[in-house]
C-alpha cells in the first residue's frame, strides 16, 4: 500500500476572511439569526464590521433589521460563508 502524503493547507481561516474584504459576506451567529453585508474589517479575534448589512431571522427567509455599519463580537459568530452573492440570497427567499 502507497502512503499518501498529505498537504497541510496554505490558507487559514483568518486568511480567507481577510481576502474577503470588501465583498458580500454571511455570517451566522450563535442565536440564529443571519446578517449579510460587506466586510470592512476584521481582527485577530475574528470580530468583524459588516456595512450596509441585513439581519435575517432563524431560517434567513424574512429580513428583521438593515444596518449602515454593524460590529459582530468573533466570539458569537457561528460560522461565515465568505463566497456570498446576491443571487445566493434571491434564492433562499424565493419558496
Given amino acids: 500500500m502507497a502512503s499518501q502524503q498529505f498537504q497541510k493547507p ?3 481561516p ?3 476572511l ?3 474584504l470588501n465583498k458580500t459576506i454571511m ?11 460587506k466586510l ?3 481582527d485577530p479575534t475574528m470580530n468583524v464590521v459588516l456595512e450596509d448589512a441585513t439581519e ?3 431560517g434567513g427567509k424574512e429580513a428583521i433589521a438593515k444596518y449602515g455599519r ?7 459568530i457561528l460560522y461565515v460563508c465568505v463566497d456570498y452573492t446576491e443571487a445566493k440570497l434571491r434564492q433562499t427567499t424565493v419558496m
Fill in 40 to 42: 470592512v474589517m476584521t
Fill in 14 to 16: 483568518m486568511r480567507m
Fill in 18 to 20: 481577510r481576502s474577503s
Fill in 56 to 58: 435575517y431571522g432563524d
Fill in 70 to 76: 454593524i460590529f459582530i463580537r468573533g466570539s458569537q
Fill in 10 to 12: 496554505n490558507i487559514t
Fill in 27 to 37: 455570517v451566522k451567529v450563535k442565536e440564529g439569526s443571519e446578517f449579510i453585508g
